[in-house]
């Protein structure tokens, strides 16, 4: 008798669950993330070839516009329970007798990009919930030798984390004269290391260079 030929039929797989999946993530994701908040000034970061990466926490980040305006930026370290910025704004209002209220510090400590507000201008700049009407009080932080208001920021933000580390992130069309009071504030602290934030530059292989070697 001859054989008899099962019908062969090709494997089905059904996508539906992993769509479901994707979904599920997807949501979960949207509804979560936070959007990052752009910085008060645009700044175009020269070029270098440096790979190594900022450090993620306990990091002072300062940032020079084109136009030579000086923001600062810090984190609340490796442990979010530590609130490093609330106490760093509680002493440069102490020092100048600006008495900020637990809502103030609040606000302060979840501001996610860098601030350029004289400190008397604070709880102003706190109290406004319009971002346009925020960018108005980002006049730069005063550094002249009459307020020098970014000295007394690093003092203070030194005391409060002794392991913070300075970072530097200027606009290519910066005038020397802003980043040299920079770095001179700097080592009026004794900060003396620091490290400069860069955009890496795409260097080209030369294939028959290497080949002849």
Excluded at 127 to 133: E, I, L, N, Q, V
Excluded at 143 to 149: C, E, F, P, R, Y
Excluded at 160 to 176: E, H, M, R, W, Y
Aim: charged share 25%.
């Amino acid at each position: 008798m001859p054989k008899i030929k099962l019908p062969t039929k090709s494997p089905h797989i059904d996508m539906t669950p992993m769509v479901d999946l994707f979904s599920v993530v997807l949501t979960f994701l949207m509804l979560t993330t936070t959007m990052r908040q752009p910085e008060p000034a645009t700044v175009d970061t020269p070029f270098s070839i440096s790979e190594k990466p900022t450090p993620d926490f306990n990091t002072m980040t300062f940032l020079l516009s084109n136009d030579d305006r000086v923001f600062i930026n810090f984190d609340n370290g490796p442990d979010t329970l530590l609130k490093y910025r609330p106490k760093i704004l509680t002493l440069m209002g102490t020092r100048y007798g600006v008495e900020f209220t637990p809502a103030e510090l609040r606000e302060f400590e979840k501001y996610p990009s860098s601030l350029g507000v004289p400190i008397l201008k604070m709880k102003e700049f706190l109290a406004t919930k319009d971002s346009k009407g925020r960018d108005a009080f980002q006049i730069g932080i005063p550094l002249d030798s009459t307020d020098n208001q970014l000295s007394l920021w690093i003092l203070y933000a030194r005391q409060v984390n002794p392991n913070i580390q300075a970072c530097l992130k200027g606009d290519s069309k910066t005038g020397f004269s802003t980043v040299k009071k920079v770095l001179d504030i700097l080592q009026e602290k004794n900060v003396n290391r620091f490290n400069l934030i860069t955009s890496l530059e795409a260097t080209k292989i030369n294939l028959e260079e290497i080949q002849q070697q």
